[in-house]
């Protein structure tokens, strides 16, 4: 079992930034993809960033982003603290959302409950 708490959130003009955070508790494995998601009011939810560990000593992490929030956004982990972070820059109306924190473990999604962001024009 995996319990996810997400912090951070908050009010913040547009072009500000805030740094979001995760952290685990439970068992993590090296398979874990993990994931930040967000969702607008009347809109689905939707990916915005992901992080999935290397599986060989010498290959890269792979971590990718949505379209939306390239260049804006970057999502680190620690992996002594099992803390996800999601530090968003350039900040835009359009990514007023609730931020969920996941882990995607081949059939099973843990999520946590998320952490409001507005940003206001």
């Known amino acids: 079992q995996v319990q996810l708490v997400e912090s951070g959130g908050g009010l913040v003009q547009a072009g500000g930034s805030l740094r979001l955070s995760c952290t685990a508790s439970?068992?993590?494995?090296?398979?874990?993809?993990w994931g930040w998601y967000r969702q607008a009011p009347g809109k689905q939810r939707e990916l915005v960033a992901s992080?999935?560990?290397?599986?060989?000593?010498?290959?890269?992490?792979?971590?990718n982003y949505a379209d939306s929030v390239k260049g804006r956004f970057t999502m680190s982990r620690d992996d002594v603290k099992e803390t996800l972070y999601l530090q968003m820059n350039s900040l835009k109306p359009e990514d007023t959302a609730v931020y969920y924190c996941?882990?995607?473990?081949?059939?099973?999604?843990?999520w946590g409950h998320g952490t409001q962001v507005t940003v206001s024009s």
């Open positions: 996941n882990i995607h473990r081949i059939v099973i999604d843990y």
């Open positions: 992080f999935k560990r290397a599986g060989r000593r010498n290959d890269a992490d792979s971590v």
């Open positions: 439970g068992s993590i494995t090296s398979i874990d993809i």
